[in-house]
């Protein structure tokens, strides 16, 4: 079995579209990534972005589940990331780590309604 299809089989929370704007700050380092989410799970988030940030950073997120709808101050987890050499972009998976509960009840709500 293909590494690919290890990781699917492996993901524990049901992932759905996410094309959003996230804000990410990381210590005094803070950036705006557009429109960079990619998808969203209740445990983590998959981002696309410019800037490289090493597996296991601790990153502060912002990010809107609705339009018009309050932002999300969540805490995220690199958990992996890949370089594309064709967009020369970095694809990162995010770990949601110190949500509470509140927060992952919106967003399971969120993802119940895709």
Known sequence: MGDGQRNIDARRFTRVPFRRAVRVKAGSHEMFLGYAG????????RVMS?????????????FQLKDLDKILDVRGRVAWIRFN?????YQMGLDFSEESAFKRGLIMEFIQAR
């Not at 998808?39 to 988030?45: A, F, N, R, T, V």
């Not at 940030?53 to 997120?61: E, G, I, K, R």
């Not at 050499?85 to 972009?89: D, I, K, V």
């Open 85 to 89: 050499p064709l967009t020369e972009m």
């Open 38 to 45: 990619q998808d969203i799970s209740q445990g983590g988030l």
């Open 50 to 62: 410019s800037v490289f940030f090493p597996v296991n950073s601790h990153l502060d997120l912002q």
